[in-house]
């Protein structure tokens, strides 16, 4: 063998060996749990030879507690760009089978690097974590490595999508990460997030609570609203990282990728001529709403499990990507509350900064009162959403089903906030508020004053009456120019699509600025 052929046979051991991160037991210790390793989740996730590896060889630099007498090649990450569906992204995956994942100043060096890379050269970074949080040996070291990756996960926000994938371990300040990105996937049973462990909680407060109580992917997805999706298993979590880019794309300066579709433009569904109760106290279903207006039926969900009395997701509209958000009437009556109003105003912010239109379907009866959303600051969270459609210069189309009123009506991509284009369905009330309401607060002096119950019972049907005839009907609105048309309900696919390729080249300025300053 010449000198070259044994450098390269070097070479190829040597990647051998760094493929095998911790090695061949905690590999399996690793299955054993139910997880993946940081290759075979960066295998499932780029299309098949596309990955290119950095930083290989890197290693640990820490020489506290005997560290210097334990190497592995590659450091605990594994780094390097790829394709999906043949469009470049840029990750990183977390190897729990060296030093459990951990956070060394070295392995924060390599994930600054693709996250420069990927900010410098337009594409999407995805980040698979799996880890037990800073390297205690390494400690500032540590702590400053994670400040680098938090200070480049804020300057490419709003420039490249960002995507978070927790697939084991992510706790302590590591959290804000994932935290930072424009989506966060959990994994369940599997991966967790917390600021500290259950130990820590019950030394503290004295609450005994487990792992997935405290911050499993349930909860995350349910009640917090940390994680937009929780995924069954590994493999559903890597396809829905790969559907959801499909949705978006590759920076600011683009638009998402048109999808081709066989599905008419001017398709009709007579089921939205029949789809809205004649009380306005009875639901019915938005997601059929939905499916009837979108491309083959088909929604991208986001945040399914989180404040479902808002509903928000991705579709195509005659091949255009669309960001969706729609009341559910089902759910709450459809009431904008603290969390449904932050979870919309989020996504409305991540579709104008990525140059996707957002069709809004309102049918809202207006704010959730009383005490405990007051105290959870419910007009500093309904601001968000005031402001993120106030601001977003993406084309907006909304269409009222029904309700429309009060601060509900204003907030959900009105005409004064800038609404490109607003159509309402015959069976819209556009109000102050709903004629129940508005009758009590006008006259229920003068109905009281009446002794006659069967008296008062008319005088009240007469002023509601009065008031439906008035407000209980988009035509007011329609007068005045607040609502551009009144369309029929089997034609909304065909009227959306038509303001979307009106508007497709719309262009629109905010004053110059530093930043903003959005109510948070
Ligand atoms: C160094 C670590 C480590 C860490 C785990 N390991 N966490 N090494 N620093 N933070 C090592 C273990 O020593 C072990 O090494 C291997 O990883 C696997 O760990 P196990 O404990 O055997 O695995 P498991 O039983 O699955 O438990 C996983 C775990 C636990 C729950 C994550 O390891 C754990 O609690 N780790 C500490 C978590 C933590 O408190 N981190 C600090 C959070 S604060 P060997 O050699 O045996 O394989 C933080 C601040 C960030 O991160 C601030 C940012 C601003």
């Not at 966060?184 to 792992?211: C, H, I």
Request: a negative charge; aromatic letters at 8%; one cysteine or more.
């Amino acid at each position: 063998m010449s000198i070259q052929q044994e450098k390269i046979k070097k070479l190829v051991e040597r990647r051998a060996s760094a493929r095998l991160g911790g090695g061949q037991k905690r590999i399996d210790a690793q299955h054993q749990k139910g997880k993946l390793t940081a290759r075979e989740r960066i295998a499932l996730l780029l299309d098949e030879g596309s990955f290119e590896e950095f930083d290989m060889f890197v290693q640990h630099r820490c020489t506290n507690f005997d560290m210097d007498k334990q190497h592995f090649d590659g450091d605990g990450v594994v780094t390097g760009q790829g394709t999906i569906d043949g469009r470049p992204v840029y990750v990183f995956a977390q190897d729990f089978t060296v030093s459990g994942g951990s956070l060394s100043k070295t392995m924060s060096e390599k994930i600054c690097k693709v996250m420069d890379m990927a900010l410098r050269n337009g594409a999407p970074c995805i980040g698979l974590n799996d880890s037990g949080g800073a390297r205690i040996q390494e400690g500032i070291d540590a702590l400053a490595g994670y400040g680098e990756i938090f200070e480049r996960n804020i300057l490419s926000s709003g420039v490249i999508p960002q995507i978070s994938g927790i697939f084991g371990p992510c706790a302590g300040g590591a959290v804000y990460s994932p935290a930072l990105t424009d989506f966060t996937l959990m994994v369940k049973d599997t991966s967790y997030m917390f600021l500290t462990g259950p130990a820590v909680v019950k030394s503290v407060t004295g609450e005994d609570v487990n792992q997935e109580q405290l911050g499993g992917a349930s909860v995350h997805a349910s009640k917090s609203g940390v994680a937009h999706f929780a995924a069954k298993d590994e493999a559903e979590g890597i396809a829905v990282i790969k559907e959801l880019l499909s949705y978006i794309p590759q920076n600011n300066m683009e638009e998402a990728p048109m999808v081709p579709t066989d599905d008419p433009v001017d398709r009709t569904d007579d089921s939205l001529n029949e789809i809205i109760p004649d009380s306005p106290n009875k639901a019915y279903d938005m997601y059929r709403v939905i499916g009837g207006i979108v491309d083959d039926g088909k929604f991208f969900e986001i945040h399914k499990d989180f404040a479902k009395n808002i509903i928000i997701g991705f579709a195509h509209m005659n091949g255009r990507s669309v960001g969706i958000v729609a009341n559910q009437p089902k759910i709450l009556a459809g009431v904008l509350d603290i969390n449904a109003s932050r979870k919309a105003a989020r996504f409305v912010r991540f579709c104008d900064a990525f140059n996707i239109p957002i069709v809004t379907l309102v049918d809202v009866p207006g704010f959730l009162c009383g005490t405990q959303q007051e105290y959870g600051a419910v007009i500093t969270n309904g601001a968000k959403l005031l402001y993120a459609y106030g601001e977003a210069t993406v084309p907006k189309v909304t269409v009222t089903l029904r309700k429309s009123y009060g601060g509900a009506h204003i907030v959900m991509s009105c005409k004064q906030l800038r609404g490109d284009l607003n159509y309402a369905w015959p069976s819209s009330e556009i109000a102050v508020m709903g004629a129940d309401g508005a009758v009590n607060v006008l006259y229920a002096k003068e109905i009281k004053a009446v002794a006659d119950p069967e008296e008062q019972k008319k005088i009240y049907a007469e002023k509601k009456a009065e008031y439906d005839e008035l407000f209980s009907n988009p035509y007011q609105a329609a007068q005045k120019g607040y609502i551009d048309d009144v369309i029929e309900p089997r034609n909304t696919r065909f009227r959306v699509i038509r303001a979307l390729e009106q508007l497709a080249g719309k262009k629109q300025e905010i004053p110059a600025k530093k930043h903003d300053n959005l109510p948070l």
